[in-house]
């Protein structure tokens, strides 16, 4: 609770299970980072990072590099509040939502799921 843990290096992975208002910066992984059951997380990927997982979490902001972030993987589930955040060389960055809203419909002989988009 109220941490900041810093790995310095280069990890096979790191997870966060249970956490609260909790900080990970984190130089380059060789699998994934892990974000579990967590409330009120921020991570930073200073290098190269293949998988965020991040699994019932709410509120999750994610900072990864242009020049390494671009390539992560994120898969989310029953979570809110993630964004991702890109960094530029300059330390400028932009934020994106991940989307929590999908919607799922019988077309073509399949079941498709999309994105949910409200317009208005």
Known sequence: DNSVLTVKNKVNSVVLDG???VAVIVDD???SLDVINCQSVKIQVNGR???VNIDKTDGC???VQRATGLATEFVTAKSS???VCLVEENG???ESS???QFVTSFKGGKFVTE???VVG
Request: proline share 4%.
């Open 92 to 94: 400028e960055y932009s």
């Open 81 to 83: 509040e993630v964004n």
């Open 19 to 21: 956490c609260k208002k």
């Open 29 to 31: 992984l060789i699998a």
């Open 98 to 100: 991940v989307a929590e």
């Open 61 to 63: 902001q994610v900072f």
């Open 115 to 117: 994105l949910y988009e």
């Open 49 to 51: 990072a293949p998988i």
